[in-house]
């Protein structure tokens, strides 16, 4: 049941004193409703009413020295509190009509929660750093919980509404299907290298993230665009409203994000659509349809999203929500912590192998970005989670070369803070955590790892195709430059030795596989 009288205090939150048609058409709420609220709200002292006839209106009576906003939290559409601030500290309680699954960090007691900061459940959901910044700026909001409102197509199924607008929220009268039931329709299907023959028709300044605004709500650093494909017109557009997929543009300034100021990597694209490619079509992975753009020079990167299907949007969480950190921290982490509560989440084995053998691949190919973010579960249908598709993939290794971290969070079983240098039994380790045989897992790590020797060459001969569009430069200085190519097969290179003298060949019987060691 939708409170029509919070609805309209909220409204004189924002604008103090508002005239009866101005209410109607901030609302919706209209005639003898309208009427018969306005009087309750007086004759309660909450609203006085001023003037005569067509010169009346209506304030905002305080008995608080503040006011509050308040936002409507909803989730799959359905009301599930109240989000207020005001003062310097936040507040949700739950609606007294909510019944089902409790938020992560806020029980549904009957109480208010209160924080100095916003809930991190919410904040992992706003986008990061400068991306924040444009958010906050631009729309001129006075609090950080005041963008919610503005995610439009943030991950999962949250929507946020300010109380005095809700009346004109509408939910799809559609059953959402199950999402294993349009599984491949979402995933979708292609080949590597897949460049796309369409026009992007994107201005520079958007693409080199130099506009003053963000064109995606989606959280993370990176600069994203949320767009739409056009395959009768062959072009891909924006579209902040149907943001079935997602572009990630060629920024100059990657290597900043990679902690490096001095370096240029040009092609980091072409390395998250190889390296995601590889997972799809070779490893069995669940992976979002993704392709390259060949524009201005330069390809950009193109995903399709797997938390939407038609009008529908599909519950998860990243692991930076289920430990309830925030986005700030999720490099601060350990892999134990991550398991533990993944060991909790998902609730089938299956599951919690490919969560598995998902970090194992990362190990593998030094995906040393890879953080509590970029780790999710999916909410299939009654609570039921599985370990979601991959995203953001990537390899530091074939960036950096020698020396960098084989994975952004530690494994702690030995030493403290150990981000590289891994044996099998580290692996092991967190396959006790997750209640996995070890006979069961050493045969799937097995498995990855061979097809990665195997196949993984032909990638790099895969690769070779994209010279036809670029010569597919990358370099540790702007002077001094080298190859995508050359680069690929040094990484495999360096890795085999690396495995092979970290005994994982021995221990996974690969020898014996590959007749030789």
Not at 177 to 188: A, D
Not at 388 to 405: E, F, H, Q
């Amino acid at each position: 049941m939708i409170d029509k009288e919070k609805i309209l205090l909220d409204l004189f939150e924002k604008e103090p004193e508002l005239k009866k048609r101005d209410i109607e058409e901030k609302t919706n709420i209209k005639g003898s409703t309208l009427n018969n609220k306005l009087k309750i709200l007086v004759e309660s002292h909450r609203l006085q009413r001023v003037g005569k006839g067509k010169a009346t209106y209506y304030k905002r009576v305080y008995q608080q020295n503040y006011s509050y906003k308040n936002i409507t939290v909803l989730k799959d559409g359905v009301i599930v509190g109240e989000l207020s601030f005001g003062d310097g500290q936040y507040y949700f309680k739950y609606s007294s009509s909510y019944k089902c699954k409790e938020l992560i960090g806020l029980k549904n007691d009957g109480s208010t929660h209160q924080s100095s900061e916003l809930f991190y459940l919410f904040e992992n959901l706003i986008p990061e750093s400068h991306r924040r910044e444009k958010h906050i700026d631009i729309t001129k909001y006075e609090d950080l919980a005041d963008s919610l409102t503005s995610l439009l197509n943030t991950h999962g199924s949250y929507e946020f509404v300010y109380t005095y607008e809700l009346f004109k929220y509408k939910k799809s009268k559609d059953k959402r299907p199950n999402w294993i039931t349009v599984k491949n329709k979402i995933l979708g299907e292609y080949s590597y290298p897949n460049v796309l023959n369409h026009k992007l028709d994107i201005t520079d300044d958007i693409l080199e993230d130099r506009s003053r605004h963000d064109y995606s709500s989606l959280s993370g650093y990176q600069n994203k665009i949320d767009v739409a494909i056009d395959d009768t017109a062959k072009s891909i557009s924006i579209d902040t409203k149907n943001a079935y997929y997602l572009l990630k543009p060629f920024n100059k300034n990657i290597g900043l994000y990679f902690g490096d100021k001095k370096s240029y990597y040009p092609q980091v694209l072409v390395n998250e659509h190889l390296f995601m490619s590889f997972a799809k079509n070779e490893l069995g992975f669940d992976v979002p349809y993704n392709g390259l753009i060949y524009h201005n020079n330069q390809f950009h990167y193109i995903i399709k999203r797997f938390d939407r299907h038609k009008e529908f949007r599909y519950e998860q969480y990243d692991f930076g929500q289920f430990l309830n950190i925030s986005s700030i921290n999720k490099y601060s982490v350990s892999s134990e912590a991550v398991f533990k509560k993944a060991n909790e989440i998902l609730q089938d084995k299956n599951s919690k192998m490919k969560m598995l053998k998902f970090y194992f691949y990362s190990f593998i190919i030094q995906h040393g970005d890879l953080h509590v973010k970029n780790l999710a579960a999916l909410n299939i249908g009654k609570d039921n989670y599985i370990f979601a598709p991959l995203y953001d993939v990537i390899s530091i290794g074939v960036i950096k070369g020698k020396g960098v971290d084989d994975l952004a969070l530690p494994i702690q079983r030995v030493h403290k803070n150990q981000k590289s240098k891994f044996t099998l039994e580290d692996f092991l380790y967190l396959a006790n955590i997750l209640g996995l045989n070890r006979l069961e897992v050493k045969k799937e790590l097995r498995k990855i790892l061979f097809i990665f020797i195997q196949k993984f060459p032909d990638y790099i001969e895969k690769t070779k195709e994209l010279l036809a569009y670029d010569e597919l430069s990358i370099s540790k200085t702007r002077v001094k430059k080298t190859n995508l190519v050359a680069k690929l097969q040094n990484f495999y290179d360096e890795r085999v030795i690396t495995l092979r003298k970290s005994k994982f060949f021995e221990e996974l019987g690969v020898c014996v596989v590959l007749r030789k060691c």
